[in-house]
């Protein structure tokens, strides 16, 4: 019987072991935090993907289709977003304005009089819903910029900025 709850014990391990390698493996997604876009320096290649490693005299760039090693004296400008930026931005923006349209509605208190009359209950949710949408607008608008870096096919370019690529690289961080 013990010998059995070993055996169970170490083909448990190797299980819940070689998932956690294969979920590494499988979720390089999750470990994207940032999106990049190149331009090449004619300007015939513009590409989104992500940046995965910094070499000496190139890029290594990743697409949902392959990895590509670009040459630095290809490379005109690379530009940055964080993942899923616009819909955070987006979402905060819309409760920030939900909230306060909402203040507002409150602190304007109940109708006395009038044909229609509304509680600053109803007030609030309506004012939170309306002043969403702005505020959704203006949040996606902050979230929208991106952080470029120019390189314009330059050695020397490339190495000063190398300690700002490696923030937004897979490998190098």
């Known amino acids: 019987m013990r010998y059995l709850s070993h055996v ?21 997604q999750n470990d994207i935090k940032y999106k990049a876009w190149f331009e090449s320096m004619d300007g015939s290649l513009k590409q989104k993907g992500f940046l995965v490693e910094l070499k000496d005299s190139s890029i290594v760039f990743g697409t949902q289709q392959n990895l590509e090693d670009i040459a630095v004296s290809n490379l005109q400008l690379l ?24 203040l507002i509605g409150l602190a304007s208190g109940d109708d006395k009089s009038g044909f229609i009359r509304f509680t600053a209950e109803a007030k609030a949710l309506g004012l939170g819903i309306i002043m969403s949408i702005p505020g959704a607008i203006v949040g996606a608008t902050m979230g929208a910029p991106k952080v470029s870096i120019p390189i314009q096919g330059d050695l020397d370019t490339y190495n000063r900025q190398k300690e700002k690529l490696r923030k937004y690289s897979l490998m190098d961080r």
């Open 79 to 102: 530009k940055f977003r964080k993942k899923n930026a616009i819909g955070k931005s987006l979402g905060y923006g819309a409760l920030i304005g939900f909230g306060i349209g909402g």
């Open 8 to 28: 169970l014990l170490i083909l448990l391990l190797l299980i819940v072991s070689s998932e956690a390698t294969f979920s590494q493996v499988v979720n390089t």
